[in-house]
């Protein structure tokens, strides 16, 4: 029940009438019915028009509090069996998974839930999330997805800025898939430093550069898919 709450949350907010969140509508509808009612212009009374009054205040929480948890359902479970020996995945190779988190491109920044993705390392050991957002059918006839959004996004994990990974069951809707939570904390650049050819800044002390920290949650078709990128995360660390 409560993966069907927070997709039907995500999708309230991600679909768009008129430019504004479907949301927003439904609590604008909601706070006319309960002043309309309470001053007699709609049938309904005090009673009815506190009711409407508290759903729209209940939507506005309900909202906050899943999108603190990125609006999936995240069960954790123990690792099933000790890795002594984890390989990295290929350069060359890429898996199909589901990725919710925060992604980037170029300048801008978007979090998406459960968004269909490819998972690379490169031989850096920076690992890439790969996602495109795709035009999406129209809700309900009337709400649409964001053109701005659609597109290629992406999300950079190196090596060193992984803090944690846990496995678990995520839950989306009617959806339940084997699933890695993954804490990361990535140095932020400073924004008015000067950039070499590479991208790189010099003459900066990295312990007063800010970081940010944000949980990254990445969902597979089955255990195999699973533990193989487990096992690619895992080898930074020898296991």
């Known amino acids: 029940m409560i993966a069907y709450v927070l997709q039907t949350l995500y999708l309230l907010r991600r679909y768009r009438v008129m430019g504004a969140p479907l949301q927003r509508w439904i609590v604008l ?57 984890a390989t990295p995945i290929s350069p060359a190779g890429k898996l199909a ?69 846990q496995p678990g069951v995520l839950g989306f809707g009617r959806v339940r898939r084997p699933a890695l939570r993954l804490l990361v904390e990535q140095m932020q650049p400073d924004k008015n430093a000067v950039l070499d050819a590479w991208g790189l800044q010099w003459g900066k002390d990295k312990s007063k550069l800010a970081t940010r920290q944000q949980t990254l949650y990445l969902s597979f078709d089955g255990e195999a898919e699973r533990a193989r990128v487990l096992e690619d995360l895992l080898a930074d660390r020898g296991g």
Do not use: C, N
Request: no cysteine.
């Open 29 to 85: 509808l909601l706070l006319l019915a309960a002043f309309f009612m309470a001053v007699g212009l709609l049938p309904g009374g005090l009673v009815v028009g506190l009711i409407s009054l508290l759903l729209a205040i209940a939507l506005l929480a309900g909202q906050r509090l899943a999108a603190g948890r990125q609006y999936v359902h995240f069960r954790p479970e123990p690792i099933s069996q000790p890795m002594t020996a």
């Open 97 to 165: 998974i589901h990725a919710t988190g925060l992604f980037e491109v170029e300048g801008k920044a978007q979090r998406f839930t459960e968004l269909p993705a490819f998972y690379r390392s490169f031989s850096t050991r920076e690992h890439a999330i790969m996602a495109v957002v795709q035009p999406a059918r129209r809700l309900a006839g009337l709400a649409r997805w964001p053109d701005e959004e659609l597109g290629m996004w992406y999300i950079f994990v190196k090596h060193h800025e992984l803090r944690q990974v």
